[in-house]
């Protein structure tokens, strides 16, 4: 029989790491979506180890920070398979402080919002041919710290920010993620393509690499048992391939038995969700063709 293949974003540390080991256990061949060759090769050696080398995976490099960079990757991925089961949008970034892209955007809402979008338009038409298909998006309940949400406005700021503030912005990010999982289910053929976000939980990897001192504080985190990576890569899991999701589309799950969540307030409604959609595609199209470059 042929494998089902999953595509997955930030998959070699943290949530990522373990739902792609879990994934290839359970007979899934893998895409990885990376920007490390390094951290790519040590991953794949785990994977053929945790699977007898029962488990094929390809590595797609690319920045989901960088727009050109993830078109190129789509592309690629689209070229390399003539089907796709399930993608998991699951690369996340909490910066602490603001980052301008060489494209001129603010760097956590490219990798949290602009870069997902991005590889899964690149992908849906491999997506709706491989029916039934799933996307599964990575979100958070720091989306309750938003505070407000104006798409055109907030797609494009690139202002300064203190650590402070930090959260309200990542806030912002993941806001957007349920967002846009709301209405691209409204665009989809659920019964072709079924799309669905979380709330991972508190997890003790990854998203805050870029505070100062977090490496102890995950050792700290590590010994006491809080934030265990496995109950969050858990909910990704369940949504990728659980029987009792196949049919259900537009939700949003907690990392807590897979409650259903409301998207929170400021962008609960179908029209600022639509907005989100349209301002996105207004700002993807007037990004000028340049040759990209990490900074």
Same mark, same amino acid.
């Given at each position: ?109 490219? !990798? *949290?919002?602009?870069? %997902? ?5 690149? /992908?849906?038409?491999? $997506?709706?041919? &491989? +029916?039934?298909? @799933? ?59 079924? !799309? *669905?976000?979380?709330? %991972? ?5 990854? /998203?805050?690499?870029? $505070?100062?001192? &977090? +490496?102890?504080? @995950? ?77």
């Amino acid at each position: 029989m042929t494998r089902p293949i999953a595509v997955i974003t930030g998959a070699t540390s943290g949530l990522g790491r373990i739902t792609a080991l879990e994934l290839a256990r359970r007979g899934y061949d893998l895409g990885i979506v990376a920007r490390s060759p390094d951290r790519a090769e040590a991953l794949l050696a785990e994977l053929a180890e945790a699977t007898g080398g029962a488990a094929h995976a390809d590595v797609f490099l690319a920045d989901l920070g960088v727009v050109a960079q993830v078109r190129r990757a789509g592309r690629e991925i689209a070229a390399r398979y003539a089907r796709l089961d399930v993608l998991v949008n699951n690369a996340g970034l909490h910066a602490f402080s603001q980052r301008v892209t060489a494209e001129g955007l603010a760097e956590m809402t490219a !990798v *949290n919002h602009v870069g %997902p979008f991005v590889l899964t338009q690149a /992908l849906t038409d491999t $997506l709706l041919a &491989s +029916a039934p298909a @799933r996307i599964v998006n990575v979100a958070s309940e720091a989306s309750r710290r938003a505070g407000s949400i104006t798409p055109a406005t907030d797609l494009r700021d690139t202002t300064p920010y203190t650590r402070r503030e930090s959260m309200a912005r990542y806030g912002r990010t993941k806001l957007m993620t349920i967002m846009w999982t709301r209405e691209l289910a409204r665009r989809l053929d659920a019964t072709k393509v079924t !799309v *669905n976000c979380c709330d %991972p939980g508190f997890n003790a990897t990854g /998203l805050g690499r870029d $505070l100062p001192g &977090s +490496a102890a504080l @995950r050792r700290a985190l590590d010994v006491l048992r809080i934030g265990d990576p496995r109950k969050g890569a858990a909910i990704i899991v369940r949504l990728a391939t659980d029987p009792a999701f196949a049919h259900t589309t537009g939700g949003y799950f907690s990392v807590r038995d897979a409650e259903p969540l409301r998207c929170p307030e400021p962008g609960r409604g179908a029209d600022v969700q639509r907005q989100l959609w349209t301002e996105t595609e207004s700002l993807l199209a007037e990004m000028p063709p340049i040759s990209p470059r990490r900074i």
